[in-house]
Protein backbone atom coordinates (compact mmCIF):
# COMPACT_ATOMS: atom_id res chain seq x y z
CA UNK A 1 0.00 0.00 0.00
CA UNK A 2 2.94 2.48 0.54
CA UNK A 3 4.24 1.58 -2.69
CA UNK A 4 1.22 2.66 -4.38
CA UNK A 5 0.81 6.12 -2.20
CA UNK A 6 4.62 6.85 -3.15
CA UNK A 7 4.24 5.98 -6.51
CA UNK A 8 1.09 7.94 -7.02
CA UNK A 9 2.89 11.04 -5.07
CA UNK A 10 5.86 10.53 -7.64
CA UNK A 11 3.10 10.68 -10.87
CA UNK A 12 1.51 13.53 -9.51
CA UNK A 13 4.64 15.85 -8.68
CA UNK A 14 5.69 14.72 -12.34
CA UNK A 15 2.69 15.77 -13.79
CA UNK A 16 2.94 19.44 -11.70
CA UNK A 17 6.32 20.10 -12.52
CA UNK A 18 6.16 19.15 -15.84
CA UNK A 19 9.38 16.94 -15.64
CA UNK A 20 11.28 14.53 -13.10
CA UNK A 21 15.05 15.01 -12.49
CA UNK A 22 16.21 12.53 -10.22
CA UNK A 23 18.32 14.75 -8.12
CA UNK A 24 14.65 15.36 -6.93
CA UNK A 25 14.95 12.61 -4.58
CA UNK A 26 18.16 11.57 -4.54
CA UNK A 27 19.73 9.34 -1.22
CA UNK A 28 19.77 12.72 0.99
CA UNK A 29 16.08 13.16 0.81
CA UNK A 30 15.21 9.71 1.79
CA UNK A 31 17.78 9.73 4.84
CA UNK A 32 15.97 13.02 5.89
CA UNK A 33 12.70 10.80 5.42
CA UNK A 34 13.98 8.23 7.55
CA UNK A 35 15.60 10.51 10.13
CA UNK A 36 12.52 12.09 10.53
CA UNK A 37 10.33 9.19 11.07
CA UNK A 38 13.31 7.76 13.62
CA UNK A 39 13.49 10.88 16.01
CA UNK A 40 9.81 11.39 16.06
CA UNK A 41 8.60 7.94 16.28
CA UNK A 42 7.41 4.93 14.16
CA UNK A 43 3.90 4.02 16.59
CA UNK A 44 1.71 6.93 15.46
CA UNK A 45 1.20 9.28 12.45
CA UNK A 46 2.10 12.02 14.90
CA UNK A 47 5.93 10.89 15.65
CA UNK A 48 6.99 11.73 12.03
CA UNK A 49 4.84 15.07 11.95
CA UNK A 50 6.81 16.03 15.29
CA UNK A 51 10.37 14.54 14.05
CA UNK A 52 9.76 16.52 10.59
CA UNK A 53 9.09 19.86 12.39
CA UNK A 54 11.91 19.32 14.95
CA UNK A 55 14.72 18.40 12.06
CA UNK A 56 13.17 21.03 9.09
CA UNK A 57 13.33 23.84 12.15
CA UNK A 58 16.71 22.84 13.46
CA UNK A 59 19.12 24.58 10.83
CA UNK A 60 16.82 27.57 11.34
CA UNK A 61 17.65 27.78 14.77
CA UNK A 62 21.06 26.48 15.00
CA UNK A 63 23.82 28.18 12.59
CA UNK A 64 26.02 26.05 11.11
CA UNK A 65 28.16 24.87 8.01
CA UNK A 66 26.81 21.62 6.08
CA UNK A 67 29.33 19.28 7.88
CA UNK A 68 28.37 20.44 11.34
CA UNK A 69 24.54 20.00 10.31
CA UNK A 70 25.50 16.76 9.43
CA UNK A 71 27.82 15.53 12.19
CA UNK A 72 24.86 17.15 14.36
CA UNK A 73 22.42 15.17 12.55
CA UNK A 74 24.03 12.09 13.11
CA UNK A 75 24.45 12.90 16.66
CA UNK A 76 21.31 13.54 17.18
CA UNK A 77 19.94 10.00 15.36
CA UNK A 78 22.36 8.11 17.41
CA UNK A 79 21.23 9.36 20.17
CA UNK A 80 17.78 8.74 19.52
CA UNK A 81 18.19 4.98 18.69
CA UNK A 82 20.30 4.35 21.70
CA UNK A 83 18.09 6.59 24.73
CA UNK A 84 14.56 7.12 22.70
CA UNK A 85 14.26 3.89 20.68
CA UNK A 86 10.66 4.85 20.05
CA UNK A 87 11.56 8.11 19.37
CA UNK A 88 10.05 11.50 20.75
CA UNK A 89 6.54 10.96 20.80
CA UNK A 90 6.41 7.36 21.61
CA UNK A 91 8.80 8.32 25.25
CA UNK A 92 6.71 11.00 26.14
CA UNK A 93 3.47 8.58 25.65
CA UNK A 94 5.03 6.61 27.85
CA UNK A 95 6.13 8.28 30.38
CA UNK A 96 2.80 10.04 30.60
CA UNK A 97 1.16 6.85 31.12
CA UNK A 98 3.12 5.98 33.70
CA UNK A 99 2.86 9.12 35.52
Known amino acids: MANLLAALAGALYG ?4 YIEPAYLGIDQ ?3 VIAMVLLGGRGSVTG ?3 GAFVLTGLPHL ?7 RAMLYGAILILTIL ?3 RG ?3 TFASLRRAA
Open 15 to 18: FYTG
Open 30 to 32: SLD
Open 48 to 50: PII
Open 62 to 68: IDLSGEA
Open 83 to 85: LLP
Open 88 to 90: LVG
